[in-house]
């Protein structure tokens, strides 16, 4: 295969997703604390420390309550900025044995045209430039830095081989990690 393109539209699934998928990782982070504070309570019972055992307890109990909250604003705080975007905007990423050439635009025709004849709507750039590629069942996030991305929908490849053969490329040119999300 020579090249394989994927066309998609900025929508709310794909950033919510996006946004969900880079906070799994700060989860598991999440879960690792809630791990030690355990240890803590452990060895705090086993001391016959009370203090610390009543202090690790409400640790246990309100840190995941107050990530929960911590989290739900922050998705809110995540669409809200991105409502004047969605089902506006288009990405047309080509991908190329070594080079990704990306396009976008605006879903109206007539202002898409007005970029055009600015020609400041297209790019290439080296797979070695993503900092990381997230994969979920619907989407394949195409991540540039930590909260920075592109989100592409897996529907809008021809094919399950173009996804594989995009896979191909990003593996073999340098992108840190591939990580599928459930």
């Known amino acids: ?51 610390m055992l009543a202090i690790f307890g409400a640790m246990f109990v309100i840190f995941p309550i107050l990530l929960f909250v911590m989290y739900q604003n922050g998705i809110k705080k995540v669409i809200r900025s991105g409502e004047d975007y969605f089902d506006k905007i288009y990405y047309e990423f080509t991908f190329k044995k070594d080079v990704i050439e990306f396009e976008y635009g605006r879903v109206d025709e007539k202002e898409n045209e007005e970029l055009k004849k600015k020609g400041n709507n297209t790019m290439s750039f080296s797979y070695e430039t993503l900092f990381k590629v997230i994969e979920t069942n619907d989407y394949m996030f195409l991540l540039v830095a930590k909260a920075q991305g592109y989100t592409l929908e897996k529907q809008q490849f021809a094919s399950e081989e173009e996804i594989e053969q995009v896979r191909t490329w990003l593996t073999t040119k340098g992108v840190r990690y591939i990580k599928k999300v459930k």
């Open 1 to 51: 295969m020579e090249k394989v393109v994927n066309k998609t539209v900025f929508s709310k699934d794909g950033f919510v997703s996006m946004n969900k998928a880079m906070v799994t990782r700060n989860l598991m982070s999440s879960a690792l604390l809630q791990a030690v504070i355990l240890i803590g309570i452990i060895l705090s019972l086993v001391a016959q420390n009370w203090t």
